[in-house]
């Protein structure tokens, strides 16, 4: 008990973490219920954005893994994402020969995994002959070659949709204990029915469900790529991102250290992209294996911060916020309470005889809202990384982190603790100062 306390209190920032992100589907219905619901709901993510925010948030993170702590760009990490969702999906589908259709999907998350692994190893070993911008191009060169194959591979498929392969499985899948029924729950995007949870006044919807299962696995996962971070090995990653060669020189065999971290990114790679497909009970070539899902994790990375492994998470909840809040489309559960994006909302809000107000020569507030808002979500997100490369270049955590000089779960209590002192001896004489005035 005493150890546990101990590990608690090193560990305070991580834990207030995972209590408020707990806490979140509750405190979220709370606060789009009140009566600045509609405002709030603006800014503050659905329950079922937080469940991709958590899947893709893993990949980002994997993709960190690999690129942040060795310096190694893998443009082709969508290889490893595809790979695992495409396992769960073909498993389910009784397409894997020996392998029931009736496997749990825990083992077949596993499976997956350990088949990127293998795939990671026969990738790395070519790959990691080179350097710099060519194995960032080598990379994405095998995840191209992987792309086109599975997209005309008919096997790989079962019900072609506006011109895409798609491979799907209407079924639910359940993150849990295989074998054991009370500790498993299913998992479902809004597409799909999904389970819900009564236990007395606690009462879970689908998508709740959903976030806490997911979340529980990227959880385990995220804390296992921080161990092996603080391990001997993951030093040495950070020995070869700093100066490979030194590293070389004084007896470290770099080839096998960049392949190790190469496989274990490809590893949880895998899982994320286990947990997008048994989510959404389908995948395309396109939402698994282009280049441009490798791109998302690049950019989450660059906004979260390189190099922080929590920092890829964050990153892709900002871009999923903003997302959200610059679409033009209304949805979510809580549409009654003013889920909506952006244009929505001001079209609902401004009225009819505002919308018509005449700004400049015939051009009214409705056509401004409309060319300035209506579908520019992209051309906003593109100037925000503009703008994140020229004066955030350490990403969001990654400058928290500068400010801090050293992890937020290392400095972060201690400069709380550094304010608090200073403000706590201070704000009584700052306060009778200003009553004598």
């Not at 992100?21 to 789009?32: D, E, M, Q, R, T």
């Not at 005309?152 to 949709?161: A, G, K, Q, V």
């Not at 606690?202 to 976030?211: D, F, K, N, T």
């Not at 070539?285 to 190099?307: H, K, M, R």
Request: glycine share 12%.
């Amino acid at each position: 008990m005493t150890a546990l306390r101990s590990y608690l209190r090193r560990r305070v920032v991580l834990v207030a973490l995972v209590a408020f992100l707990g806490a979140y589907p509750g405190l979220h219905n709370l606060l789009v219920s009140s009566p600045v619901g509609t405002e709030l709901a603006l800014v503050l993510p659905r329950v079922e954005t937080m469940v991709s925010v958590f899947y893709f948030g893993l990949f980002a993170m994997s993709f960190d893994f690999v690129s942040g702590y060795t310096g190694y760009l893998s443009f082709g990490h969508a290889a490893f994402f595809g790979t695992g969702a495409y396992t769960v999906i073909l498993v389910a589908n009784g397409k894997i020969p020996f392998l029931a259709s009736s496997t749990p999907f825990m083992l077949s998350l596993l499976l997956g995994a350990v088949l990127a692994v293998m795939l990671a190893l026969l990738i790395g070993a070519v790959s990691f002959r080179l350097s710099g911008v060519y194995f960032a191009m080598i990379t994405l060169g095998f995840a191209q070659v992987l792309y086109v194959f599975v997209r005309n591979w008919d096997y790989l498929s079962s019900n072609p949709r506006d011109g895409m392969s798609v491979l799907e499985h209407p079924a639910g899948f359940e993150v849990g204990v295989p074998g054991i029924d009370a500790l498993n729950l299913q998992i479902a995007s809004a597409d799909f029915v999904g389970e819900t949870i009564s236990m007395g006044w606690i009462q879970l919807s689908a998508a709740e469900v959903s976030y806490y299962m997911v979340g529980l696995v990227v959880l385990a996962c995220y804390l296992a790529m921080r161990r092996a971070l603080r391990s001997p090995f993951g030093r040495t990653m950070v020995a070869i991102r700093e100066n490979e060669e030194r590293a070389r020189a004084i007896g470290y065999d770099t080839f096998r250290y960049k392949l190790g971290a190469f496989t274990v990114s490809a590893f949880f790679a895998a899982i994320a992209g286990g947990l997008f497909a048994g989510y959404a009970r389908s995948v395309t070539p396109e939402n698994t294996f282009f280049f441009l899902v490798s791109g998302d994790a690049l950019l989450a990375a660059i906004l979260g911060g390189f190099g922080t492994l929590a920092g890829p998470l964050l990153g892709r909840l900002f871009h999923e916020s903003l997302s959200e809040f610059l679409s033009d489309q209304a949805g979510g559960p809580h549409i009654d309470v003013g889920q909506l994006g952006l244009l929505p909302y001001l079209r609902q809000t401004l009225g009819e005889s505002t919308l018509a107000t005449e700004l400049y020569n015939g051009f009214t507030v409705g056509e401004f809202v409309e060319v300035f808002v209506n579908g520019h979500e992209s051309l906003y997100l593109g100037v925000l990384f503009v703008l994140f490369v020229f004066y955030v270049p350490n990403g969001l955590l990654g400058s928290v982190q500068d400010r801090l000089g050293g992890t937020v779960g290392s400095e972060l209590p201690a400069a709380v603790r550094r304010l608090w002192g200073r403000y706590r001896t201070e704000l009584p004489t700052t306060i009778r100062r200003l009553w004598g005035r």
